[in-house]
Structures are given as structure tokens and as C-alpha cells.
């Protein structure tokens, strides 16, 4: 007798055949989506693209010319699908102020956002998950009432300010830590000659390229960023893991584990935080991708050549091809991070597969 | 010979409206033999059942005079030694397999692993048992059964489950809590009966926990009737039908509803002065 409806293996894989496929064609139509979004938002601003390029003081016939070159003499059906077609090679247009390729520029600036945000997202979930955890399984003790209070200061206290104060007391009085910027500006120079860029992110730059001594410099200029932003993600992921790992440890699972006699760090690290992973991946992924966006804030005290003041920056010159391309792009990573936290669920929920 | 002694068992919960008792002194005693609790819904069954393996969580509170198992008293017990206790000598089932079988690991982990963690088997051997233990609960592809999830099991097959998991170790007590309310009728009869012939075959003591008199009055050899966390009566199965009081007799009378609402008995005459 057979009652589980478990499907036999030839249709599993047919079952995942189709949903990759329906997930190829989501993953299109938002990338589509995404671009029609930039594209209409370039032609709806008032800002005469042709007049950009050519200047106030252009002749009639420089103005057409590049009116000409641009394509906007084509239908609008036309003008898009050439974006599209330019897009997909990799071609986000020119910038009107450094006259240099928007993805060029985006691929130099990104990797300092991706490493600033990768290092304060890893830095949340270690120190946000045990904190979660800790709180949740000793409710209403002085580790819970710290680990509230902690998180609260992290909502409620202005980046901006404790950047500032981090700087003045860690940089300025103390000096422990780099000051703004990425490295030392005797370092700057070195980096850009002396070290094969692999990635553009200085950390994983200098670490294999064995500059141990760059590596340190770097380290010690990114951890206070890392860190501030590091504290807003880990109050979120802790306030977050302290109330998923309550509702699971209120579970019948976790008695029948407890009549099993399994030790109280197995009920709560194994049979509790598998569950817990399901909503904590999401929660993570969008902590992480809320900070690939690139905090303006963050990056504007600290002088962090990154995603966010770049596209600022743009936007200030109304440089809007270097601001559609900018938006292409962190759009682009929201799309994959939501793919990538997509997949992981269905690794840690069977359910879901 | 004595199993299980319990000595006016209390389990008082601190909530903001003062302390609710859900258990207000109980008192029986178990030989290797079959007990039933019985009663209406919140009446305190499983609260009992959980205080003997001292797993009621805060804000709830345990007190007994004594609850000496097996010459050891519990209440004196340490965490580590009531670690060592449960699974290996007392053991539960509970209500529905939907929630008390972990939703993300396999049905073979679970089994495995008190094997594994506690008894330090290898993955073969444990495997092994595993395997003879879902066969034990006539469960015929267990190959299967042990790489499914949960959620991949009917009622019928995760209720089997759980019962392979908790007979393992051979325990000396089990708590069977409502083990088949949350199935449906058809499959209630094969899980009763497998639970009957593994019990009777390994000579365990058991307290069968149900809200069903007629299945209990059946099933096992004694009964307790509890009503607001109260014994009010106890007797042999076989006078239960006969029985005279109130409550008891009120039970009876309600009994067609199986599987139906489980709320407080709305025709029972609740004048008696047991009843306060
Ligand atoms: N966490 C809790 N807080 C307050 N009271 C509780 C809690 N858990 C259970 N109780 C009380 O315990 C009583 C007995 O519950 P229970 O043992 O589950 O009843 P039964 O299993 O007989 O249906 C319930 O009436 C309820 O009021
Ligand atoms: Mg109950």
C-alpha cells in the first residue's frame, strides 16, 4: 500500500523543466519591463538629449547630426527596440559629462558598493542571527531586553550622524580606523599600478595579489562604513530572527524533538533554524540588496566611490544617460538577488521544490 | 509492579489575568499496563501527559508531591538526567504528524536520529533500525517513506512515522496524546491497532489519551476522568460503560460527534459539586 503522492521521478524532472522555463520567461519580461521603465523615463524628462551632447551653442546642423546618430528620428516602437538590442550587448549609452561608456563607469564604481555591502551584510548575519536567536530563546531576559535595545538604536539613530561620529571619534580622536575614501592616498596610486584588479574590490584585489600591507589599509578604511551599515542590516536580521525562531520553537516539531531527549542547541541550531532559514533568506536577501542599491548617505560621508553617489552625482549633472544606465543596472541586481534567494528557498524548503 | 506514581501533579500557567491551573492535583498510578485519560476538551490531558516528561514550557509551572518513575523521582530529576529519560525509557506521541514531524527534514533523519546523536550508531546501522522500526508500523516501501518529507505523507503514514520514531529506543512508558483524532475514521482503526499489537507485544506501560470514551473504554485496561484539570473519576474499562457519574455519564451521552466540534459539552448537566 502506497499513500504518499510523492511524484515518481520522470515527472520531478519535468516539473523542473517547466519551472525553469516559466521562471526564463519572468526573468525576461522584468528585464524588459525594467528597460522599457528607463527608456520611457528618458524620453518624459525635459531634458533635450541632442542639446546635452552638442551644447547650447551648436549650429543646426550639429544639432541634427547627432539628433541623426541618436536614432530619435526613428519611431518611438524603433528607438526601443535598438535600447533593448544595445542594452543586451552591453551598451548603456554615453555619459553626457566624461563622454565614457555608462557601463564602463558602473563597472568601476560598482564593485566599491558591492564590497562595502557584501562585507556590512556578512558582518548583520553573524552577529544578527546568534543575537536573534539568543533573544528568542531567553525571552524576556536582560540578553533579550539588550539585544531590543541595540536593534532599536539601530532604527532609530540617523546614519548620517553616526557616520559622522564614527568618524570624529574613531578616525579623528582615536585614530583607529582609515579615514574617508577607499585606501590611504599614498595607497591610491599603488592600487591602480601595482595591483592586478581581478574584481575592482580592493579586499579580494590585494588579498590575491598577496599586498598584505594594501589589504590592511583597505580593511581599516571600509570597516567603519561596513560597520555602521553592517549595524542598520544586523538590527533588521536580529529583530526579524528573534521573532521567526519564537514562532518555531512554539511548534509541535520542537516537542516531539524534546520527547526524543535531543540536547536544547540541537532543538534550537538544527531542528528550529532550519525552519527559521526559510523567511530568514528572504529577509537577508533584501537587507543585502536594499544595500547594493548603494546608501547615498553612507557613501557621500565616507567618500565611497560606489553605486549610490555615482548615480547622484549623475542625477545633480542631469547626466541622465549615466542615471537610466545606473538604474538599469541596480535593477538588474535586485532581479538577480530575488533569483539567487529564490533558489536557496527551495533548497531549505522541501515544500516549496 | 509500580511504573509510574503521581502525586497531586499541578501545572499552573502565570498569565496576566493571575495564575490559570490546568492541572489541579492529580494524583494515579501506572503499572505495565494501559491507562486511559479521558475528557472534554481542555480539561487538562495533555497537560498531564506533558508534565510527566517535564515539557511544559514557560510561563507554565510543574509541582507534584512526588511522580517517581521507575524508583527515580522526576521532580527531583535533573535537566540532563531528564534528557537521558525521554525517548529512551518515556516516550509520546502526539495529535496530528502534520505539525509534530519536522517540515524540512526528512522523514529518515528524524528517525535516525536519536540513534545517531545519542546511541552514536553509525548511519548504516541506524539506517537498519529504521527501517525494521517503519516495518514494525507495516509501512511496506520504507525505502521511500525515509527520503520523503512530511508533508510528502498522508495522515495515516506520518502517525505511523511517528510511532516507529518514538518505539526505537524500546521505551518503557509511552504517552499516546489524541494519536489518531487528526486522522480520518477509516485510517483510525489500522493506527489503533498497530499501537495495540506493538505495545502488547513489547510489554510497555502506556497512558492512551483521548477524548473518545468508547475507544478508550476498548483500548485499555483502566480510566481516568478528568475534568477542569481534576480526576473526577477512576475505573475499569470495563465498568466505564456502566458509569455512574455525572460527568462521566454526560461524556457518554456525547458521544456520537466523533470528529466533530470538541468544545466544552454544551447538554451536561454541570449542577454536582464535582463540577466546581
Ligand atoms: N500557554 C497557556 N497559557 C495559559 N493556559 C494554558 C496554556 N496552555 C494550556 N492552558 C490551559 O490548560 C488547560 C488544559 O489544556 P490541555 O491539557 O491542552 O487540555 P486537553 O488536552 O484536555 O484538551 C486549557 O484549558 C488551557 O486553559
Ligand atoms: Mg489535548
Redesign the pocket.
Known sequence: MTDISQPGPPSRVAAIARRIATEGATLVVTLLGLLLMTFLIGRVVPIDPVLSIVGERATAEQYDAVRLALGLDEPLWKQFAIYVGDALQGDLGQSIRTREPVLEEIARYFPATLELATLATLFGVLVGVPAGVLAATRPGTLADQVVRVVGLMGYSMPVFWLGLIGLLVFYGMLGWVGGPGRLDSAYQMLFEFEVTQYTGMILIDTALNGRWDMFANAFSHIVLPAGLLGYVSMAYISRMTRSFMMNELGQEYITTARVKGMPEWRVVWVHAMRNVLVPLITVIALSYAYLLEGSVLTETIFAWPGLGSYITNALFAADMPAVLGGTVVVGAVFVALNMLSDILYRVVDPRAR | MTLLSVQNLR?T?E?ENGP?E??RGVSFSLGRERLGIV??????????GRALLRLI?P??RIEADAMIFDGQDLMQASERQMRGLRGRRIAMVMQDPKFSLNPVMTVGAQLTEGLRQRDRLGWDDARKRALAALEAVQIRDADRVMAAYPHELSGGMGQRVMIAMMLIPEPDLLIA??PTSALDVTVQAEVLSILDGLVRDRGMGLIF?S?DLRLVARFCDRVLV?YK?RVVEELAAADLMAARHPYTRGLLNCLPRIGGARGPLPGLDRSGDWAE
Open positions: 501545572v500557567f498569565t490559570v490546568a492541572v475528557g472534554e476538551s481542555g480539561s487538562g490531558k495533555t497537560m498531564t514550557r510561563p507554565g496524546d489524541e489519551i477524548h478528568m484539570g
